[in-house]
């Protein structure tokens, strides 16, 4: 009999998940429709199955199914998904948590059956979009809280020297800035968490699609978090500062409550402009002449040279 097509095992095996995982699944989809933290979520498949899309191409020469190692990561799947389901059970308080590793075993199940279907080195060529799923599963509340106090603290500070910079007389205390005639206070819903992670989400799609070296991509990266920050520092400083010299209806009026689009625009020109410095620094060193060849062959020639006393 003739083994079965890659693409029918890939199916079969994501049914298999969808059957064992719904309710992981459902849940999910509900705290990301639900939660501005998690909205981000929404994006992930979509995006990574573009991308794997987009480049695929004819891979029949490179499929060679991987029956070790994708069945060893299907087989982790499984336990990481029953110590969710034993530690934490669905009346539990830690839901949070066992919603964590569920989603966590549906991911390494995706890849573990896209290795075990299609193997390693197609799986090579996809390490980005295979890795990118992780975005899908959420974040503890425990790292969340830490992520949220750490955008509240680096956004009063960034609206702190903002407001030093325009030579506002300016103290901070915490996150509260005190400015004449007004007390700011970057409040945990103040810190742009959805956007941040929308940020950061985008700024890995851009530099995998239009940067090629990996220091490259990895320094705009982690250039999304101070870019992340600066953004919501120039929010709360434009905020104060239209509110204190223009009109007070701008602190409680739709550039407070709905404008988040505005500055995150501002915060993709940034990147932007990040992504072309960037590839043109790359394009500058792959242009740079190396070294002749003609001369690399003397030097061996001399150093394989006998010696002359």
Known sequence: MSSPSPYRLFLLLSLVSLALRWRTLVAAAELALQNEAYTHILLILPLSFALIFLGWGPRKADQEPNFL???????????????????????????????????????????????????TRVARRFVFPLCFLLWLVPLPQFALTHIVTFLQQGSADAARLLFAVARVPVTQDGVSLSIPGLTLEVAQECSSIRSSLMLAV???????????????????????????????????????????????????????????????????????????????IESRLAAQPQFPESLSSVSSAAADAPSRT
């Open 202 to 280: 985008a700024t890995m799609v851009l530099a995998h699609l239009l940067l090629r070296s990996p220091w490259g991509k990895g320094l705009v990266i982690l250039a999304a978090i101070p870019l992340a920050i600066a953004k919501n520092g120039f929010r709360v400083f434009t905020l104060g500062v239209l509110g204190t010299y223009v009109n007070p209806s701008f602190l409680d009026g739709w550039l407070h409550h709905q404008g988040g689009v505005v500055f995150f625009l501002i915060s993709l020109i940034g990147l932007f402009l990040l992504l072309r410095l960037i590839g043109w």
């Open 69 to 119: 190692a994708g069945p060893i990561l299907m087989l982790t799947a499984v336990l990481i998904g029953f110590a969710g389901d034993i530690w934490w059970p669905p009346n539990s308080a830690a839901v949070g948590a066992r919603l964590t590793l569920g989603m966590l075993a549906v991911v390494i199940w995706w890849i573990g059956s896209f290795l075990c279907c299609f193997g």
